[in-house]
């Protein structure tokens, strides 16, 4: 959260009322909060459980 609070990566997550979690930070330092675009562009799948807009709950339904 220091990250976020001080990077200016993240003004316009914040700007629109969103936390800016999850974030990858690569290698070199680079922020990235499109982690499915950046993961789509390394040729990794991005898997989705569920259905869309679905989300999983602690107790595994939902998924």
């Known amino acids: ?6 990077d200016e990566a993240f ?7 969103y936390i800016g ?10 922020i990235i909060l499109d982690w499915e675009r950046y993961f789509t ?4 799948e991005v ?3 569920g259905e869309a807009g679905a989300a999983c709950r602690v107790d595994g339904k939902g998924c």
């Open 1 to 6: 959260m220091r990250l976020r609070d001080k």
């Open 21 to 30: 979690i999850p974030t990858l930070i690569t290698d070199d330092g680079k």
């Open 41 to 44: 562009e390394q040729g990794i």
């Open 47 to 49: 898997e989705k459980p």
């Open 11 to 17: 003004n316009e997550a914040k700007g629109n009322g």
